[in-house]
Protein backbone atom coordinates (compact mmCIF):
# COMPACT_ATOMS: atom_id res chain seq x y z
CA UNK A 1 0.00 0.00 0.00
CA UNK A 2 1.31 4.00 -0.75
CA UNK A 3 0.80 6.08 1.43
CA UNK A 4 1.47 10.27 1.39
CA UNK A 5 2.12 12.29 4.54
CA UNK A 6 -0.79 15.31 4.89
CA UNK A 7 1.60 18.47 7.25
CA UNK A 8 0.58 21.57 8.77
CA UNK A 9 2.97 23.93 10.27
CA UNK A 10 2.69 26.54 13.19
CA UNK A 11 5.54 28.90 12.81
CA UNK A 12 5.91 31.73 15.56
CA UNK A 13 7.89 34.28 14.11
CA UNK A 14 9.47 36.87 16.79
CA UNK A 15 9.07 40.48 15.88
CA UNK A 16 11.38 42.93 15.63
CA UNK A 17 9.94 45.50 17.84
CA UNK A 18 12.16 47.76 20.45
CA UNK A 19 9.80 46.39 23.55
CA UNK A 20 7.45 44.02 24.41
CA UNK A 21 3.55 43.10 23.17
CA UNK A 22 2.22 44.34 26.75
CA UNK A 23 4.71 46.56 28.67
CA UNK A 24 7.71 48.63 28.06
CA UNK A 25 10.52 46.49 28.40
CA UNK A 26 13.47 45.50 25.87
CA UNK A 27 13.36 42.66 23.65
CA UNK A 28 17.23 43.15 22.74
CA UNK A 29 18.50 39.13 22.54
CA UNK A 30 21.72 37.79 24.91
CA UNK A 31 20.98 40.11 27.63
CA UNK A 32 21.71 38.90 31.32
CA UNK A 33 19.07 36.42 32.77
CA UNK A 34 15.81 38.62 34.05
CA UNK A 35 17.29 41.83 33.23
CA UNK A 36 14.20 42.80 30.88
CA UNK A 37 11.80 42.48 33.11
CA UNK A 38 9.03 44.33 35.01
CA UNK A 39 5.37 43.35 37.13
CA UNK A 40 3.83 42.97 33.83
CA UNK A 41 6.04 40.28 31.77
CA UNK A 42 6.51 38.44 34.83
CA UNK A 43 2.56 38.48 35.84
CA UNK A 44 2.81 40.11 38.98
CA UNK A 45 -1.03 41.19 41.01
CA UNK A 46 -2.21 44.26 40.00
CA UNK A 47 -0.26 44.40 36.55
CA UNK A 48 -1.99 45.51 33.88
CA UNK A 49 -1.06 44.87 29.82
CA UNK A 50 -1.62 47.68 27.28
CA UNK A 51 -1.22 46.81 23.25
CA UNK A 52 1.99 47.96 21.42
CA UNK A 53 0.67 49.52 18.19
CA UNK A 54 3.51 48.51 16.41
CA UNK A 55 2.96 44.50 16.74
CA UNK A 56 -0.55 45.00 14.99
CA UNK A 57 1.24 47.72 12.01
CA UNK A 58 3.96 43.87 11.60
CA UNK A 59 0.87 42.01 12.03
CA UNK A 60 -0.84 43.99 8.95
CA UNK A 61 2.00 44.18 6.94
CA UNK A 62 2.05 40.16 6.82
CA UNK A 63 -1.63 39.91 6.62
CA UNK A 64 -1.50 42.06 3.14
CA UNK A 65 1.52 40.30 1.65
CA UNK A 66 0.16 36.76 2.11
CA UNK A 67 -3.28 37.90 0.68
CA UNK A 68 -4.72 37.02 4.03
CA UNK A 69 -8.34 38.44 5.38
CA UNK A 70 -7.90 41.29 8.01
CA UNK A 71 -10.52 41.38 10.73
CA UNK A 72 -12.16 44.63 11.60
CA UNK A 73 -12.50 43.03 15.32
CA UNK A 74 -10.14 41.05 16.78
CA UNK A 75 -9.87 39.87 20.39
CA UNK A 76 -6.87 38.66 22.74
CA UNK A 77 -7.71 35.42 25.06
CA UNK A 78 -5.85 34.14 27.37
CA UNK A 79 -4.26 30.32 26.88
CA UNK A 80 -4.00 28.19 30.44
CA UNK A 81 -1.66 26.01 30.90
CA UNK A 82 0.89 25.26 33.55
CA UNK A 83 4.89 25.29 33.02
CA UNK A 84 7.66 27.08 34.97
CA UNK A 85 8.19 29.53 32.20
CA UNK A 86 4.94 30.54 32.17
CA UNK A 87 4.66 33.10 35.01
CA UNK A 88 0.72 34.19 34.65
CA UNK A 89 0.01 30.19 34.21
CA UNK A 90 -1.85 31.78 30.56
CA UNK A 91 -0.52 32.99 27.58
CA UNK A 92 -2.18 36.18 26.54
CA UNK A 93 -2.92 35.18 22.35
CA UNK A 94 -6.31 35.01 20.08
CA UNK A 95 -8.20 32.29 19.24
CA UNK A 96 -11.88 32.68 17.94
CA UNK A 97 -11.05 36.42 16.40
CA UNK A 98 -7.63 36.61 15.28
CA UNK A 99 -6.71 39.30 13.55
CA UNK A 100 -6.04 37.76 10.01
CA UNK A 101 -8.00 34.60 8.55
CA UNK A 102 -7.05 33.19 4.84
CA UNK A 103 -4.28 33.48 2.05
CA UNK A 104 -1.48 31.66 1.01
CA UNK A 105 2.18 30.99 0.45
CA UNK A 106 3.58 30.34 -3.46
CA UNK A 107 6.37 27.71 -3.21
CA UNK A 108 8.24 26.04 -5.81
CA UNK A 109 9.38 22.52 -5.72
CA UNK A 110 11.31 20.45 -8.22
CA UNK A 111 10.41 23.40 -10.50
CA UNK A 112 6.70 22.75 -9.54
CA UNK A 113 4.45 25.68 -7.72
CA UNK A 114 2.26 24.95 -5.15
CA UNK A 115 -0.28 27.49 -2.87
CA UNK A 116 -0.30 26.40 0.45
CA UNK A 117 -3.39 27.76 2.15
CA UNK A 118 -3.51 29.63 5.45
CA UNK A 119 -5.94 29.04 8.32
CA UNK A 120 -5.02 31.98 10.66
CA UNK A 121 -2.34 34.87 11.75
CA UNK A 122 -2.57 35.74 15.27
CA UNK A 123 -0.91 38.00 17.88
CA UNK A 124 0.74 36.58 21.17
CA UNK A 125 3.35 36.93 23.86
CA UNK A 126 6.01 34.38 24.10
CA UNK A 127 6.98 32.48 27.05
CA UNK A 128 9.95 32.62 29.86
CA UNK A 129 12.91 30.20 28.86
CA UNK A 130 14.31 27.17 31.29
CA UNK A 131 18.01 26.71 31.60
CA UNK A 132 18.96 23.25 32.41
CA UNK A 133 21.90 22.90 34.25
CA UNK A 134 24.36 20.66 33.17
CA UNK A 135 26.09 19.01 35.96
CA UNK A 136 22.88 19.07 38.78
CA UNK A 137 19.19 18.11 38.45
CA UNK A 138 18.39 22.03 38.70
CA UNK A 139 16.49 24.32 35.96
CA UNK A 140 16.30 28.19 36.42
CA UNK A 141 13.75 30.68 34.78
CA UNK A 142 14.57 33.35 32.87
CA UNK A 143 11.96 35.39 32.24
CA UNK A 144 14.29 37.84 29.35
CA UNK A 145 11.61 36.06 26.66
CA UNK A 146 8.33 36.22 28.89
CA UNK A 147 6.04 38.48 27.01
CA UNK A 148 8.32 39.38 23.49
CA UNK A 149 6.04 39.63 20.97
CA UNK A 150 4.87 36.89 18.69
CA UNK A 151 3.07 36.18 15.02
CA UNK A 152 2.05 32.77 14.53
CA UNK A 153 1.03 31.43 11.48
CA UNK A 154 -0.93 28.99 11.24
CA UNK A 155 -1.01 27.08 7.56
CA UNK A 156 -3.74 24.41 6.24
CA UNK A 157 -2.50 20.84 5.82
CA UNK A 158 -1.64 21.01 2.29
CA UNK A 159 2.05 20.05 2.55
CA UNK A 160 2.98 16.48 1.01
CA UNK A 161 6.40 16.20 1.64
CA UNK A 162 10.09 17.25 3.93
CA UNK A 163 10.90 19.18 0.64
CA UNK A 164 7.71 21.18 0.38
CA UNK A 165 7.50 21.78 4.25
CA UNK A 166 11.14 23.36 4.12
CA UNK A 167 10.45 25.50 1.07
CA UNK A 168 7.00 26.79 2.49
CA UNK A 169 9.39 27.89 5.55
CA UNK A 170 12.11 29.19 3.53
CA UNK A 171 9.53 31.13 1.56
CA UNK A 172 8.02 32.37 4.75
CA UNK A 173 10.87 33.74 6.32
CA UNK A 174 12.03 35.53 3.00
CA UNK A 175 8.64 37.14 3.14
CA UNK A 176 9.21 38.30 7.02
CA UNK A 177 12.63 39.37 6.58
CA UNK A 178 11.27 41.44 3.34
CA UNK A 179 8.68 43.19 5.31
CA UNK A 180 10.92 44.17 7.81
CA UNK A 181 9.31 42.51 10.77
CA UNK A 182 11.65 39.30 11.86
CA UNK A 183 15.30 38.76 11.49
CA UNK A 184 14.31 34.93 10.97
CA UNK A 185 16.96 33.36 12.85
CA UNK A 186 15.90 30.26 14.11
CA UNK A 187 19.53 29.43 16.00
CA UNK A 188 17.93 32.49 18.29
CA UNK A 189 14.32 31.45 17.96
CA UNK A 190 13.28 34.21 16.41
CA UNK A 191 11.49 31.81 13.78
CA UNK A 192 10.64 28.78 15.23
CA UNK A 193 8.43 25.68 13.89
CA UNK A 194 6.11 22.85 14.80
CA UNK A 195 4.45 20.76 12.69
CA UNK A 196 1.31 17.99 12.74
CA UNK A 197 1.89 14.88 10.63
CA UNK A 198 -0.28 12.36 9.58
CA UNK A 199 -0.43 9.50 7.14
CA UNK A 200 -2.74 7.99 4.75
CA UNK A 201 -3.38 5.22 2.08
CA UNK A 202 -2.83 7.78 -1.20
CA UNK A 203 -6.12 8.45 -2.77
CA UNK A 204 -7.88 8.43 0.35
CA UNK A 205 -9.21 12.34 1.55
CA UNK A 206 -10.00 11.08 5.08
CA UNK A 207 -7.33 12.52 7.40
CA UNK A 208 -4.85 9.90 9.70
CA UNK A 209 -4.26 10.77 13.03
CA UNK A 210 -1.73 13.69 13.59
CA UNK A 211 1.02 14.26 15.74
CA UNK A 212 2.89 17.19 16.86
CA UNK A 213 6.62 17.52 16.51
CA UNK A 214 8.73 20.07 18.21
CA UNK A 215 12.57 21.11 18.82
CA UNK A 216 12.98 21.92 15.00
CA UNK A 217 15.67 24.66 15.44
CA UNK A 218 16.78 24.59 11.47
CA UNK A 219 15.58 23.70 8.38
CA UNK A 220 17.61 20.64 8.22
CA UNK A 221 16.12 19.47 11.34
CA UNK A 222 12.67 19.96 10.14
CA UNK A 223 13.31 18.48 7.17
CA UNK A 224 14.71 15.27 8.91
CA UNK A 225 11.92 15.18 12.02
CA UNK A 226 9.61 14.72 9.14
CA UNK A 227 11.04 12.46 6.97
CA UNK A 228 11.54 10.17 10.25
CA UNK A 229 7.92 10.87 11.53
CA UNK A 230 6.92 9.62 8.49
CA UNK A 231 8.32 6.66 8.08
CA UNK A 232 7.67 6.11 11.81
CA UNK A 233 3.90 6.26 11.20
CA UNK A 234 3.86 4.25 8.14
CA UNK A 235 5.68 1.49 9.73
CA UNK A 236 3.05 1.40 12.55
CA UNK A 237 0.48 1.14 10.43
CA UNK A 238 1.97 -1.75 7.96
CA UNK A 239 2.13 -3.42 11.31
CA UNK A 240 -1.72 -3.22 11.94
CA UNK A 241 -0.89 -0.54 15.06
CA UNK A 242 -2.33 2.44 15.73
CA UNK A 243 -0.76 5.71 15.70
CA UNK A 244 -1.40 7.77 19.06
CA UNK A 245 -2.30 11.20 18.97
CA UNK A 246 0.65 13.07 20.93
CA UNK A 247 3.54 15.71 20.82
CA UNK A 248 6.80 14.28 19.94
CA UNK A 249 10.57 15.62 19.99
CA UNK A 250 13.34 16.28 17.64
CA UNK A 251 16.35 14.16 18.98
CA UNK A 252 18.68 16.31 16.82
CA UNK A 253 21.56 14.01 17.43
CA UNK A 254 19.79 10.28 17.34
CA UNK A 255 17.98 11.64 14.06
CA UNK A 256 14.74 10.28 15.85
CA UNK A 257 11.65 11.86 17.36
CA UNK A 258 10.56 10.66 20.88
CA UNK A 259 7.34 10.98 22.68
CA UNK A 260 6.73 14.41 25.15
CA UNK A 261 3.37 14.17 25.97
CA UNK A 262 -0.39 13.62 24.85
CA UNK A 263 -1.82 16.49 22.32
CA UNK A 264 -3.97 19.18 23.99
CA UNK A 265 -6.69 20.07 22.08
CA UNK A 266 -8.20 23.85 22.06
CA UNK A 267 -10.63 23.18 25.04
CA UNK A 268 -8.04 22.10 26.82
CA UNK A 269 -6.31 25.61 27.63
CA UNK A 270 -9.63 26.93 28.60
CA UNK A 271 -9.63 29.59 26.14
CA UNK A 272 -11.76 33.13 26.96
CA UNK A 273 -11.25 36.48 26.05
CA UNK A 274 -9.18 38.69 28.09
CA UNK A 275 -10.95 40.93 30.11
CA UNK A 276 -8.02 43.56 30.67
CA UNK A 277 -7.61 43.81 27.05
CA UNK A 278 -9.92 45.87 24.70
CA UNK A 279 -10.68 44.59 21.24
CA UNK A 280 -8.57 45.77 18.55
CA UNK A 281 -10.55 47.61 15.80
CA UNK A 282 -8.84 48.07 12.24
CA UNK A 283 -10.74 50.33 10.03
CA UNK A 284 -10.24 50.36 6.19
CA UNK A 285 -8.03 53.70 6.36
CA UNK A 286 -5.80 51.88 8.67
CA UNK A 287 -5.25 48.52 6.00
CA UNK A 288 -4.79 50.89 3.11
CA UNK A 289 -2.09 52.77 4.73
CA UNK A 290 0.11 49.79 5.36
CA UNK A 291 -0.92 48.47 1.87
CA UNK A 292 0.63 51.74 0.64
CA UNK A 293 3.89 51.35 2.61
CA UNK A 294 4.57 47.65 1.48
CA UNK A 295 7.86 46.82 -0.07
CA UNK A 296 8.16 44.92 -3.48
CA UNK A 297 7.73 41.28 -2.11
CA UNK A 298 9.89 38.28 -3.20
CA UNK A 299 7.84 36.51 -5.97
CA UNK A 300 7.30 40.10 -7.84
CA UNK A 301 11.12 41.33 -7.12
CA UNK A 302 11.71 37.93 -8.80
CA UNK A 303 9.97 38.10 -11.96
CA UNK A 304 11.13 41.59 -12.64
CA UNK A 305 15.05 40.62 -12.26
CA UNK A 306 13.67 37.90 -15.03
CA UNK A 307 11.89 40.60 -17.08
CA UNK A 308 13.70 43.77 -16.92
CA UNK A 309 17.31 42.17 -16.42
CA UNK A 310 17.37 38.30 -18.52
CA UNK A 311 18.59 36.54 -15.83
CA UNK A 312 17.67 33.16 -15.56
CA UNK A 313 14.75 31.79 -13.12
CA UNK A 314 17.61 29.82 -10.99
CA UNK A 315 19.75 33.10 -10.65
CA UNK A 316 16.58 35.26 -9.90
CA UNK A 317 15.83 33.13 -6.99
CA UNK A 318 19.27 32.63 -5.42
CA UNK A 319 19.52 36.90 -5.73
CA UNK A 320 16.07 37.47 -4.73
CA UNK A 321 15.96 35.32 -1.31
CA UNK A 322 17.53 38.08 0.63
CA UNK A 323 16.14 41.69 0.12
CA UNK A 324 19.82 43.46 0.95
CA UNK A 325 21.49 41.07 -1.60
CA UNK A 326 18.42 42.25 -4.39
CA UNK A 327 18.81 45.50 -3.56
CA UNK A 328 23.21 45.34 -3.76
CA UNK A 329 22.34 43.85 -7.14
CA UNK A 330 20.54 46.69 -8.28
CA UNK A 331 23.05 49.03 -7.52
CA UNK A 332 25.87 47.29 -8.95
CA UNK A 333 23.82 46.63 -12.18
CA UNK A 334 23.31 50.74 -12.18
CA UNK A 335 27.09 51.33 -11.66
CA UNK A 336 27.92 48.36 -13.92
CA UNK A 337 25.22 47.40 -16.41
CA UNK A 338 25.79 44.04 -17.53
CA UNK A 339 23.59 42.19 -14.84
CA UNK A 340 24.31 38.45 -15.95
CA UNK A 341 28.11 39.33 -14.99
CA UNK A 342 27.46 41.23 -12.11
CA UNK A 343 24.81 37.78 -10.82
CA UNK A 344 27.36 35.10 -11.62
CA UNK A 345 30.01 37.34 -9.51
CA UNK A 346 27.53 37.65 -6.38
CA UNK A 347 26.30 34.24 -6.56
CA UNK A 348 29.71 33.22 -6.68
CA UNK A 349 32.10 35.00 -5.10
CA UNK A 350 30.14 36.97 -3.13
CA UNK A 351 27.92 34.48 -1.82
CA UNK A 352 31.28 32.33 -1.16
CA UNK A 353 32.33 34.52 1.53
CA UNK A 354 28.58 35.23 2.98
CA UNK A 355 27.95 31.65 3.89
CA UNK A 356 31.32 31.47 4.91
CA UNK A 357 30.86 34.29 7.95
CA UNK A 358 27.19 33.22 8.00
CA UNK A 359 26.57 37.14 7.11
CA UNK A 360 24.03 39.27 5.54
CA UNK A 361 25.88 41.46 2.42
CA UNK A 362 24.70 44.69 4.23
CA UNK A 363 26.39 43.43 7.45
CA UNK A 364 29.82 43.41 5.90
CA UNK A 365 32.14 46.26 4.85
CA UNK A 366 31.96 45.54 0.96
CA UNK A 367 30.18 48.16 -1.40
CA UNK A 368 28.52 47.80 -4.89
CA UNK A 369 31.10 50.66 -5.69
CA UNK A 370 33.73 47.90 -4.77
CA UNK A 371 32.22 44.75 -6.70
CA UNK A 372 31.58 47.19 -9.92
CA UNK A 373 34.70 48.89 -9.97
CA UNK A 374 36.47 44.72 -9.96
CA UNK A 375 34.16 44.13 -13.09
CA UNK A 376 35.13 47.40 -15.05
CA UNK A 377 39.36 46.13 -14.38
CA UNK A 378 38.42 42.80 -15.59
CA UNK A 379 36.12 44.48 -18.40
CA UNK A 380 38.18 46.65 -19.67
CA UNK A 381 41.57 43.96 -19.57
CA UNK A 382 43.32 45.61 -16.58
CA UNK A 383 43.50 42.68 -15.11
CA UNK A 384 42.41 38.95 -15.59
CA UNK A 385 39.51 37.21 -13.64
CA UNK A 386 41.87 34.94 -11.91
CA UNK A 387 43.97 38.28 -10.32
CA UNK A 388 40.17 39.89 -9.74
CA UNK A 389 39.07 36.20 -7.43
CA UNK A 390 42.45 36.44 -5.97
CA UNK A 391 41.71 40.34 -4.50
CA UNK A 392 38.69 39.77 -3.49
CA UNK A 393 38.44 38.19 -0.60
CA UNK A 394 40.96 40.75 0.78
CA UNK A 395 38.17 43.80 -0.82
CA UNK A 396 35.40 42.06 1.31
CA UNK A 397 37.46 41.73 4.10
CA UNK A 398 38.30 45.45 4.19
CA UNK A 399 36.39 47.65 2.08
CA UNK A 400 39.70 49.13 0.30
CA UNK A 401 39.25 50.07 -3.52
CA UNK A 402 39.68 47.43 -6.00
CA UNK A 403 41.88 49.66 -7.92
CA UNK A 404 44.16 50.38 -4.82
CA UNK A 405 44.72 46.77 -4.29
CA UNK A 406 45.99 46.36 -7.90
CA UNK A 407 48.53 48.45 -8.04
CA UNK A 408 49.44 47.44 -4.85
CA UNK A 409 50.10 44.10 -5.86
CA UNK A 410 50.87 44.96 -9.46
CA UNK A 411 48.69 42.86 -10.64
CA UNK A 412 47.82 45.20 -13.94
CA UNK A 413 47.69 42.93 -17.01
CA UNK A 414 50.67 43.93 -19.86
CA UNK A 415 48.03 44.92 -22.56
CA UNK A 416 50.57 47.18 -25.08
CA UNK A 417 50.40 45.19 -27.67
CA UNK A 418 53.91 45.78 -29.27
CA UNK A 419 55.26 44.50 -26.40
CA UNK A 420 53.40 41.28 -26.57
CA UNK A 421 54.36 40.47 -30.10
CA UNK A 422 57.77 40.87 -29.55
CA UNK A 423 57.30 37.86 -26.82
CA UNK A 424 54.79 36.13 -28.88
CA UNK A 425 57.51 36.28 -31.70
CA UNK A 426 60.05 34.86 -29.11
CA UNK A 427 58.05 31.99 -28.36
CA UNK A 428 57.08 30.83 -31.97
CA UNK A 429 60.73 30.74 -32.38
CA UNK A 430 61.56 28.50 -29.58
CA UNK A 431 59.13 26.38 -30.75
CA UNK A 432 59.12 25.62 -34.42
CA UNK A 433 57.51 21.79 -34.12
CA UNK A 434 54.11 23.04 -32.25
CA UNK A 435 54.18 25.87 -35.05
CA UNK A 436 54.22 23.11 -37.84
CA UNK A 437 51.55 20.89 -36.17
CA UNK A 438 49.44 24.47 -35.43
CA UNK A 439 49.32 25.03 -39.18
CA UNK A 440 49.08 21.63 -39.94
CA UNK A 441 45.76 21.57 -38.12
CA UNK A 442 46.16 21.00 -34.78
CA UNK A 443 44.47 24.12 -33.60
CA UNK A 444 44.62 23.66 -30.18
CA UNK A 445 48.03 24.17 -29.78
CA UNK A 446 47.70 27.89 -29.24
CA UNK A 447 47.02 26.90 -25.78
CA UNK A 448 50.33 26.06 -25.38
CA UNK A 449 52.07 29.38 -27.04
CA UNK A 450 49.58 31.49 -24.90
CA UNK A 451 50.77 29.25 -22.05
CA UNK A 452 54.40 29.78 -22.76
CA UNK A 453 54.02 33.77 -23.02
CA UNK A 454 52.21 34.29 -19.67
CA UNK A 455 55.30 32.37 -17.90
CA UNK A 456 57.70 34.99 -19.88
CA UNK A 457 55.56 37.59 -18.23
CA UNK A 458 54.88 36.09 -15.36
CA UNK A 459 51.37 36.22 -15.45
CA UNK A 460 50.83 39.74 -16.39
CA UNK A 461 49.96 39.38 -19.99
CA UNK A 462 46.50 39.91 -21.37
CA UNK A 463 45.48 36.59 -22.17
CA UNK A 464 43.00 37.66 -24.93
CA UNK A 465 45.76 40.09 -26.62
CA UNK A 466 48.03 37.45 -26.89
CA UNK A 467 45.69 35.11 -28.07
CA UNK A 468 44.76 37.90 -31.27
CA UNK A 469 48.83 38.39 -31.59
CA UNK A 470 49.37 35.08 -31.94
CA UNK A 471 46.63 33.74 -34.16
CA UNK A 472 48.25 37.00 -36.45
CA UNK A 473 51.23 35.93 -36.44
CA UNK A 474 50.76 31.88 -37.19
CA UNK A 475 48.11 32.86 -40.16
CA UNK A 476 50.75 34.77 -41.44
Known amino acids: ?97 PIAEGGAIEIEV ?30 YVDFNRTGVPLLEIVSQPDIRSPEEAVAYLKKLRTIVRYLGICDGNMEEGSLRCDANVSVRPKGSSEFGTKVELKNMNSFRHVERALRYEIKRQIGLLLEGKEVVQETRLFDEAQGETHSM ?72 VKLFPHPKKVSNWLMTEVLRELNREGKEIDETSLRPEHVAELLKLVEEGVISITAAKKIFPEVYATGRSPKELVEEKGLRQESDEAALEAICREVLSENPAEVEKYRGGKKGVIGFFVGQVMKKTRGKANPKVVNQILTRLLEE
Open 110 to 139: DGKRKRIGLVRIHMEEDAGKLVHDEKRPVS
Open 261 to 332: RGKEEAHDYRYFPDPDLVPVRIDEAWIERVRAELPELPDAKKGRFIEEYGLPNYDAEILTASRPLAEFFEAC
Open 1 to 97: MEFEAVIGLEVHTQLLTASKIFCGCSTRFGAPPNHHTCPVCTGMPGSLPVLNRRVVEFALRLALAVGARVNPVCVFARKHYFYPDLPKNYQISQYEA
